[in-house]
């Protein structure tokens, strides 16, 4: 009985939880095995301060409680999967260690100011959405605020800073709460430094995990998975800048189709950027009579040839809030979504079929956030059976779930550029923003824009979520447009230090049509193997576009290379950023693998040096890879009698989930796909096929053909949606096939 009292005397003496000079509330939640949240909220009128998950997070389960307390308390320990967790409350912190006791993370608030530090930077750490000078986020601070950042766009691409933080010891932070501050990783241990007076409510995500896809998956599941986009927006997107007049207009689209240049998406730029664009002007939804005269007969005729139009708007509602859906609107309020989204409808109703929303870092992260959600469920609410495409420069976390996709800004025609934009896609990437591109070419055109850097770009674009090329001196973005002579009409004179049009000497290059011609066509061949990819990405929050790391996590050489990728599960690109290359250096990891032109198979591990020319950017394909590959069309729902042709890459066993819909409409979500399971067991050599599941919505019966890479065997059969087994004898290969050392 006597130590009875002397416990409750002690816990009646416990202080209260002060940070930032006020009483605090702190809850500890396991929402997983994974994740655990952590919310510090200020105690006002005796209750805790709410902290709303809208708009950035997707509703989250109340999950397990661990700890709830508003006094000081001793050390606690508590079993989260297999992970242990000790919090404290002086400071307040939250210690993990895995099952063989290894620290992995620490997270500790800083009683006076609010500061949050973390641990855990002894390796690489990734993500922070779009933006800054490393792929490894080590040694900088990044401010999480609006605005194009510490660093020029121009030089490093568009800023966008997303608070997720991804490390390779197997932790990733979510910083929901506070929205603003800096970021610090230059130290031993990181810190979240709030913006003065912000510092409250803290609430924050700790995702813990060996496996970098379920630290993926996590994220996912708090900021929502990314939306089905429709396949036409896997194809190649030609941008235009001033047009000359309404002949301009049809001449490139019909261009496209004498050449048989593949393209599904023609983007116009608004009027105020340019002389001559869509609109009248900036922030108009007026077609502009010098080259949409008859705005209706146009778009109809660009249908009529199998595009998608794309257009440009610019100056949002300074405090845009509220939803399309929102019930009261008041008609004179110009920020409220719904009034705005209004004024986009007629150009839906004449065939426009998405929107370039360009800049926005002027407004909140709130407006900001609006206005992504504006364009996804605005599309939805004019055409409830269509599927969203906006392609924005600005947004935040959780903007993938509203059929967003990003650039990187107007960055400079450059070299260095080009090699800097693969890290950036990388880390945008892996901040739950898998669709992602460039501007071809580099927006800004400077001296070192030729018909070389172009190819080069191109080629890497053509492995890019966006595929589209955007730039000054336009003209020079067409695939034909190096064999004219021509820079395109003149642009409005502005011009950053070291911009420059190219030298006139280059403009009459026609190696560029046919080495452009070849990227386009194996982007479209490539559609079945990608759309499946995408389709993971909105199951899986797995990218697109994927460092080594997310498949090779135990390999110290490839956890950290920053200059090439793998596209999928199967392909790693290494684009070559090196003016005049003759040979590419790259990393091969463990392994064995295909030289993805010539099929040679080559032992991994190791750096190789793969000889170029100016058509070839190296691309590897990984051993027990299957790549289903379709006919060359001219737009993505072209229909063809082709084959699907699936390539097996013998050397292990492999696997991979053919995912195919409509392309368009929302009848995916209701079963209207089909999944069919390719599998190769490399010992007996056998390859299978069968049904996984969905409605049927491709044809009952096709011609398939499955051939052995490096070995020239291949089997064709009729395939009717019942599981077939196709045997290749083991005399088929070709015996003591050679493996280059």
Avoid at 1 to 7: A, P, T
Avoid at 274 to 302: C, M, Y
Avoid at 427 to 455: A, M, Q
Avoid at 517 to 543: C, M, N
Wanted: with cysteine.
């Amino acid at each position: 009985m006597k130590l009875l009292f002397i416990l409750l005397a002690l816990l009646t003496k416990a202080d209260p939880l002060r940070v930032a000079g006020g009483n605090v509330e702190l809850t500890v939640r396991a929402l997983s095995d994974s994740t655990v949240r952590i919310t510090t909220a200020r105690i006002s009128s005796g209750r805790p301060e709410e902290i709303a998950d809208a708009p950035v997070l997707v509703d989250q389960p109340a999950g397990r409680v661990l700890l709830q307390a508003r006094k000081s308390f001793p050390p606690k320990a508590f079993s989260v999967g297999v992970y242990r967790l000790s919090i404290e409350s002086d400071p307040i912190a939250v210690i993990a260690t895995d099952a063989a006791g290894r620290a992995v993370q620490a997270v500790r608030v800083d009683s006076d100011s609010g500061g949050i530090s973390f641990s855990g930077l002894s390796t690489p750490t990734f993500g922070l959405g779009q933006g800054g000078k490393q792929f490894d986020r080590r040694g900088a601070s990044y401010p999480i605020a609006n605005g194009r950042g510490p660093w020029s766009m121009a030089e490093y691409g568009g800023y966008l800073p997303l608070p997720w933080l991804i490390g390779t010891g197997g932790w990733a932070l979510f910083f929901h709460r506070p929205f603003s501050g800096t970021l610090n990783v230059t130290d031993e241990k990181g810190s979240l430094q709030a913006e003065s007076g912000g510092a409250l409510p803290i609430d924050l995500f700790l995702v813990l995990a060996a496996s970098p896809a379920r630290l993926l998956s996590q994220y996912a599941r708090l900021t929502g998975r990314p939306s089905l986009p429709p396949i036409w927006a896997l194809g190649y997107q030609q941008s235009h800048r001033t047009l000359a007049g309404p002949e301009e207009v049809l001449d490139v689209a019909r261009t496209f189709r004498q050449k048989k240049l593949p393209c599904d998406v023609l983007i116009y730029l608004g009027t105020g950027y340019t002389l001559s664009g869509w609109n009248t002007g900036h922030g108009s939804f007026d077609f502009n009579p010098a080259v949409f005269l008859k705005a209706n007969e146009i778009l109809r005729q660009l249908r009529d040839w199998n595009y998608h139009v794309i257009l440009h708007v610019t100056s949002p509602p300074k405090s845009l809030f509220g939803s399309v859906r929102d019930a009261a609107v008041r008609e004179d309020d110009p920020n409220q979504a719904l009034n705005y989204w209004r004024r986009h409808e007629p150009a839906i109703h004449l065939g426009v079929a998405g929107w370039w929303p360009d800049v926005g870092e002027e407004l909140s992260q709130e407006s900001r956030l609006a206005r992504i959600r504006m364009y996804g469920e605005g599309m939805l609410a004019t055409d409830p059976n269509s599927r969203p495409f906006a392609l924005h420069r600005t947004g935040y976390a959780g903007m993938q779930r509203y059929g967003a996709w990003l650039w990187s800004g107007d960055v400079y025609s450059r070299w260095e550029l080009l090699e800097r934009q693969i890290a950036v896609g990388l880390n945008t990437s892996l901040s739950g923003v898998p669709f992602w591109g460039t501007d071809i070419g580099g927006f800004w055109p400077t001296r070192e824009l030729t018909g070389e850097l172009y190819v080069r770009w191109f080629q890497f674009g053509a492995f890019c979520p966006l595929f589209r090329s955007h730039g000054r001196a336009w003209h020079t973005r067409l695939p034909w447009g190096w064999n004219t002579g021509e820079l395109g009409p003149e642009e409005i004179e502005t011009r950053p230090p070291g911009q420059a049009v190219p030298d006139s000497s280059e403009l009459h290059n026609p190696a560029v049509e046919p080495i452009c011609r070849k990227y386009l066509e194996l982007r479209y061949r490539l559609l079945p193997y990608s759309y499946s990819v995408f389709q993971e990405a909105t199951e899986t929050g797995l990218p697109v576009m994927r460092p080594l790391w997310l498949h090779e996590p135990e390999d110290e050489t490839a956890v950290g290379r920053a200059d090439e990728y793998m596209w999928g599960p199967a392909m790693l690109v290494a684009p070559v950023t090196r003016e005049g290359a003759t040979t590419r250096s790259l990393y091969l990891p463990r392994g064995v693998w295909h030289d993805f032109w010539n099929e040679e198979r080559l032992e991994g591990g190791r750096e190789i040096a793969r000889p170029v020319d100016l058509e070839t950017m190296p691309i590897f394909v990984s051993a027990g890879s299957i790549v289903p590959f379709g006919p060359v069309k001219q737009y993505t729902l072209e229909q063809t009698d082709g084959d699907l042709d699936i390539v097996v890459y013998p050397g292990a066993n492999g696997r991979f989930v053919l995912y195919e819909d409509d392309g368009v409409s929302q009848k995916y979500a209701r079963g209207e796909f089909a999944k069919t399971e390719l599998a190769w067991d490399n010992r007996s050599r056998q390859f299978a096929i069968k049904h996984l599941g969905g409605l049927r919505t491709s044809r009952p019966v096709r011609s398939v053909t499955i051939r052995l890479a490096g070995e020239g065997k291949k089997r064709t059969m009729m395939y009717e949606g019942k599981p077939l087994r196709i045997q290749f004898d083991p005399e088929d290969h070709i015996r003591g096939a050679r493996l280059e050392k």
